[in-house]
């Protein structure tokens, strides 16, 4: 297997990956998705709320923001030792938030949740939460654990993570009358005129929809549009909970383990 970074930055990362098959990709993709853990708030004990917004549904926006997560830190509540319903310091972190409309109507964000461990906080301050009109007060304890995208959305820790085929383009200069149709008709803006030729711009913009090949008047058309075997680009596109490179890191930790137990169920299958 052979890997290029192609870009990288805190939350985005883009891959060349070449000389694996498909099911590999997406497993990684599937794991990725659901079995990489996260934290989020998953219970609020609601001490004051005089705002016209059910205690739910603040609780469910409270389990929708996106947090930072500590995996070497913090146990899965099924794989803690503690085994506890309510949980411990391994398995939970506490987060309050104490918010008051004194002056007038104001919006409480979520950077107003005070976390008891400054690593465990939300990845934005300024995601709104809800509206308090003078006078209203809100009051909570929330607590957030680990947890996977199979069993609730806000444990994933993508909010993109995608594999397309590496795609070939090819403009054999003999058949094609440089009418440009393909050029106008790019979706993508792959192709353009460049000395009076067809000119790939951007290949790895192509996603491979062919709308350039049909609309080639040639017969065959003269535009050849295919893709790379077992070549793919991947982008991960973490929500902030975790660095993406180490999302990819973590799926391909868990696809082995995953193996390793497959393994060792056959064998006790065989005996
Ligand atoms: S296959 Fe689609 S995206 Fe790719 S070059 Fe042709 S028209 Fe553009
Ligand atoms: S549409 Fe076909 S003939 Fe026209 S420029 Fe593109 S490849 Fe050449
Ligand atoms: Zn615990």
Request: proline share 6%; glycine share 4%; charged share 30%.
């Amino acid at each position: 297997m052979k890997i290029k970074v192609l870009e990288k930055n805190e939350t985005n990362i883009r891959l060349i990956i070449r000389g694996v098959d498909i099911p590999l990709m997406n497993a990684l993709r599937r794991i990725g998705l659901a079995e990489v853990p996260s934290m989020a708030i998953d219970e609020v004990v609601m001490i004051e709320n005089s705002s016209i917004l059910q205690d739910e549904i603040i609780s469910h926006r409270l389990g929708l923001n996106p947090l930072k997560t500590d995996l070497d830190g913090y146990n899965l509540p099924e794989d803690c030792s503690c085994q506890s319903e309510f949980g411990c310091n391994l398995c939970r972190v506490t987060l309050t938030l104490d918010a008051e409309a004194k002056e007038g109507t104001r919006t409480v964000y979520s950077g107003e949740l005070i976390s008891e461990n400054p690593n465990i906080v939300p990845v934005s301050d300024k995601v709104p939460i809800l509206k308090l009109a003078k006078g209203q007060k809100l009051k909570l304890e929330a607590y957030a654990r680990l947890g996977k995208g199979k069993n609730h959305a806000k444990w994933q820790p993508v909010s993109v993570c995608a594999y397309k085929y590496f795609p070939k383009i090819e403009v054999p200069s003999k058949s094609c009358e440089d009418c440009t149709k393909c050029v106008d008709i790019c979706p993508k803006k792959v192709l353009t005129m460049k000395e009076n030729k067809i000119d790939v711009r951007d290949l790895l913009a192509c996603n491979l929809c062919m709308d350039c090949v049909e609309a080639c008047p040639q017969k065959p058309p003269a535009i050849k549009v295919e893709w790379e075997k077992n070549a793919y680009v991947m982008n991960i596109e973490s929500t902030g909970a975790l660095p993406p490179e180490r999302i990819l890191q973590e799926a391909t930790k868990i696809l082995d383990k995953q193996l390793k137990e497959f393994e060792e169920q056959l064998k006790v299958k065989e005996q």
